[in-house]
């Protein structure tokens, strides 16, 4: 072989690349209708994602002021985390066509003798958190752990006794 790859070697593969690439944009646009749905504590925080996994709705049911404030808000994270895995569900599911057509085209190591096959050196993906960052993660690392914060440039008030007039008092 001369190192040329010409159509005789491969002659339906512009064909299957082509077929791929219209795959690709049909999945693409059916994707953007996906949404994923939840609902949680028997149906009292109901959440629901776009194809993105960004909240669009969210919703309270029946009873869900029995709920203390903490609760409600661990069940909204919950209920937003599981309508992103449904989501994500639906997402794998309408793209393995692709993965199967894919699978179909030569690899770059089948057409370029002695090329290693790069999916395989693809590492897979990693995976976010899912949860609650620590306060030294939002805010860095502070230099001056454990010392009071101080301030430049700031006027000092005087402490007033509550007792004495000022701009609440009645007679003002």
């Known amino acids: 072989m001369s190192g040329r790859i010409g159509p005789e070697e491969f002659p339906d593969l512009m064909d299957d690349i082509q077929d791929t690439l219209e795959t690709i944009a049909r999945l693409q646009r059916e994707r953007t209708a996906l949404v994923g749905k939840a609902s949680v ?10 194809a993105d996994s960004v909240l669009v709705d969210l919703k309270f049911g029946r009873d869900v002021e029995e ?7 661990r069940a909204v994270i ?7 895995a449904d989501v994500n569900r639906k997402s794998r599911e309408l793209m393995s066509p692709l993965d199967e057509q894919r699978a179909r085209l030569p690899k770059l190591s089948d057409m370029v003798p002695g ?3 790069l999916r395989e050196q693809v590492p897979p993906p990693e995976r976010a958190p899912v949860t609650k960052p620590g ?14 914060m101080t301030f430049d440039n700031v006027e000092v008030v ?5 007792r004495e007039s000022g701009i609440t008092d009645s007679g003002w």
């Open 158 to 162: 005087e402490k007033r006794d509550s």
């Open 67 to 73: 709920l203390e404030y903490p609760d409600l808000a």
């Open 135 to 148: 306060a030294q993660e939002i805010f860095g690392a502070a230099d001056d752990a454990g010392r009071p």
């Open 115 to 117: 090329m290693p096959d």
């Open 41 to 50: 504590r028997r149906g009292r925080v109901s959440a629901v994602v776009n």
């Open 78 to 84: 919950e209920a937003v985390q599981e309508a992103s």
